[in-house]
């Protein structure tokens, strides 16, 4: 079982950045791979972003490239998505899950408002 716990959500002004954590229980964390998914009411869940287990390869949905970067760091056991050039319509819940084979775990999501 892997627990995973996201923070970091709030309300910036449009243009503005944010940086999302999220950290995962557990040794095997280093080959996890990672990804940042967001929801608004009313719509599908969203892949945003996503790195493999060693960090080796990264890859993001067209509307956040050149805005947002996710990274990993083994030792703390953490993800981190950095939000740049944030726009009203990233408003959402961001949720992480971490996969394992076919094993999916999901956090509780983190708020992030875009709004002036």
């Known amino acids: 079982q892997v627990q995973v716990v996201e923070s970091g959500g709030g309300l910036v002004q449009p243009g503005g950045s944010l940086r999302l954590s999220c950290a995962a229980s557990g040794r095997i964390f280093r080959i996890l791979d990672m990804a940042w998914h967001r929801q608004v009411p009313g719509k599908q869940r969203e892949l945003v972003a996503a790195?493999?287990?060693?960090?080796?390869?990264?890859s993001y949905t067209d509307s956040v490239k050149g805005r947002f970067t996710i990274s990993r760091d083994n030792a703390k056991n953490t993800v981190y998505l950095q939000m740049s050039s944030l726009y009203p319509e990233d408003t959402a819940v961001y949720y992480c899950?971490?996969?394992?084979?076919?094993?999916?775990?999901w956090g509780q999501g983190t708020q992030v408002t875009v709004s002036s």
């Open positions: 899950n971490a996969k394992l084979g076919i094993a999916v775990y």
């Open positions: 790195i493999t287990g060693n960090g080796g390869s990264t």
